[in-house]
């Protein structure tokens, strides 16, 4: 069974850096759209970056780019989300997705209704 588990969340100062994990088991995608989302409270899940497991193809929500860096370690079958700057409007429960696909269509796969596995969240708190 595919599992998708996040860690790295936590309580941090504005201004400060964090670097999400999401740690796919259960299979290997020889090929793959793996994003991150996030969740604000009381707010919708949205959009943050995603990047093609086999190519590297990387696609950033136009909001957030400059902050947010996202890759993987295709050995380790680890994705990560690298976080700098650290903002309260940060303040979410950070999600991964994946959907085996050889399709990659940039757009499509900012809907979070377009991946089939997600990972159970970890939360990222900015506060001081």
């Known amino acids: 069974q595919e599992q998708l588990v996040e860690s790295g969340g936590g309580l941090v100062q504005p201004g400060g850096s964090l670097r999400l994990s999401c740690a796919v088991s259960?299979?290997?995608?020889?090929?793959?759209?793996m994003g991150w989302f996030r969740q604000p409270p009381g707010k919708e899940r949205v959009f943050v970056a995603h990047?093609?497991?086999?190519?590297?193809?990387?696609y950033y929500a136009d909001s957030l780019k400059g902050r947010f860096t996202i890759s993987r370690d295709i050995p380790k079958n680890i994705l990560y989300l690298q976080i700098d700057s650290l903002e309260p409007e940060d303040t979410a429960i950070y999600y991964c997705?994946?959907?085996?696909?050889?399709?990659?269509?940039?757009?499509?796969?900012?809907?979070?209704?377009?991946?089939?596995?997600w990972g159970q969240g970890t939360q990222v708190t900015v506060s001081s």
């Open positions: 997705a994946a959907d085996p696909t050889t399709n990659y269509r940039p757009n499509y796969y900012t809907s979070p209704t377009h991946y089939n596995y």
């Open positions: 259960g299979r290997t995608f020889s090929s793959a759209v």
């Open positions: 990047i093609t497991w086999r190519g590297g193809l990387i």
